[in-house]
């Protein structure tokens, strides 16, 4: 173990205790403890999000919204309570800036529709950067087709930073929107959001941002950020697949059209006209994911009960350590190394295929991801077919690091 990174911070943290509060993790697998380094793929989830699941359809299973019954009051003040979470959470203005969504790639597509049918006429351009997970590079891509538009991208270094000496060239006025992502999921580059938000805004170029890596790893403030969209997804810090948030400033959100019609968006429906309801229901067509939401909500308060500046600063203590104990193994090449980085490490082992080291680790109960990530242009960039990706959170060890470490070179071994 690196002398200057012990466990100390785990010890102030409790990891013990945080382990204990997620089930999953005294899974064994092949007969192993479980190594669960994919967070950045889908966190695991506390207790304290599977009860809310449990609770709400045991006790208050019914439709938001809509009723005047106890048990629809009961869950639409539920849900509505999710809400308000997330507007502390990342520190909106108004809790109807905040519209739910699927995850992520949901809120991406609802901006780049409604923003784009909008707004984006032909010989328009987006901006996104090279580094951009495929669920903020192809909705642009459908919209620009269809309005006769086109993409422009922030180019990346070798070390997998963003080459922003190029930023100002791009943002001619042509260009309707600058879309980046937070931290990369593949090279694990945190950005440099607020500067980017910044000088888009100098030109008066609104900028949405892919928030869906940082949300779990670093205190989020869209009003500090001044960002105009910032899309993030529940199950990626701790709460249930299929739920997520976008947040939009009112002013935008007013300015833009419905993304789908149906039931909750509008206000009075007849075949002659039709008037959409107010923020953020105008976005939210149809029955939500409702326990989700409520869960989702739960999984903030899990979050805030540790403090997202604790788990900030304990886990760039093990990703630290992790970046020095994988650096011990001599055929091991990191794809990515960023000055500024967090949650996700790739890497490549000598001339092995990424699938085949990570087929070695998951014999060993050691889950980590290979392949693409969902960022193809990032290996492009690189030229490389994939990579094995670990990623942490906040219930890992760096006793779990040095089994990973043990295991790489157990590949080595084997595939030597
Ligand atoms: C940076 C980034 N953006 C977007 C997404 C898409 O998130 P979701 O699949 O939850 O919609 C992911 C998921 O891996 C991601 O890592």
């Not at 949901?106 to 529709?113: M, Q």
């Not at 206000?267 to 923020?279: A, D, I, P, Q």
Request: with cysteine; hydrophobic share 40%; charged share 20%.
């Amino acid at each position: 173990m690196p002398a200057n990174l012990s466990l100390e911070t785990s010890i102030q943290l409790d990891i013990q205790k945080i382990r204990a509060d997620f089930p999953i993790l005294q899974t064994q697998v092949y007969g192993k403890p479980l190594v669960y380094l994919d967070n950045a793929a889908t966190t695991q989830k506390p207790k304290l999000v599977l009860d809310a699941i449990q609770d709400y359809y045991t006790q208050y299973n019914s439709n938001v919204h809509r009723g005047v019954h106890f048990l629809s009051q009961k869950a639409t003040a539920a849900y509505e309570d999710a809400r308000k979470k997330v507007t502390a959470f990342i520190n909106a203005k108004h809790a109807h800036e905040v519209i739910f969504t699927r995850g992520t790639t949901d809120g991406i597509n609802l901006v780049a529709s409604s923003f784009g049918r909008k707004f984006l006429e032909k010989g328009d351009s987006i901006v996104i950067s090279a580094i951009e997970h495929h669920s903020n590079i192809v909705p642009w891509q459908m919209i620009c087709e269809e309005r006769g538009a086109s993409i422009k991208v922030i180019p990346v270094n070798e070390k997998g930073e963003l080459v922003l000496d190029t930023l100002d060239e791009l943002l001619d006025d042509k260009v309707k929107l600058v879309a980046v992502t937070y931290i990369s999921n593949t090279l694990g580059t945190i950005n440099p959001v607020k500067e980017i938000v910044a000088r888009a805004h100098q030109q008066n170029i609104p900028v949405l941002v892919d928030a869906a890596q940082a949300a779990p790893h670093l205190p989020l403030d869209v009003q500090d950020l001044d960002v105009d969209f910032m899309a993030f997804s529940a199950h990626k810090m701790y709460g249930p697949t299929g739920f997520g948030a976008l947040y939009g400033k009112e002013e935008w959100l007013n300015q833009i059209p419905p993304y789908q019609g149906g039931g909750d968006m509008i206000k009075s429906v007849s075949f002659k006209k039709t008037t959409y309801n107010e923020l953020p229901l105008k976005f939210e067509a149809g029955t939500p994911s409702i326990a989700e939401g409520i869960a989702f909500g739960a999984a903030i308060d899990y979050i805030n009960s540790i403090g997202l500046p604790n788990i900030q600063e304990a886990e760039s203590q093990l990703y630290a350590y992790a970046v020095d104990a994988l650096s011990t193994i001599e055929e091991l090449r990191f794809i990515g190394e960023a000055h500024n980085r967090a949650a996700s490490i790739s890497f490549l082992v000598g001339d092995a295929h990424p699938f085949d080291i990570g087929e070695i680790l998951d014999k060993q109960g050691i889950a980590v991801r290979t392949g693409h990530h969902c960022t193809e242009p990032i290996m492009q960039y690189f030229n490389i077919p994939g990579t094995v990706r670990a990623s942490i959170a906040i219930y890992n060890t760096t006793e779990e690091i040095d089994k990973l470490v043990t295991g790489i070179k157990k590949a080595v071994t084997l595939l030597s």
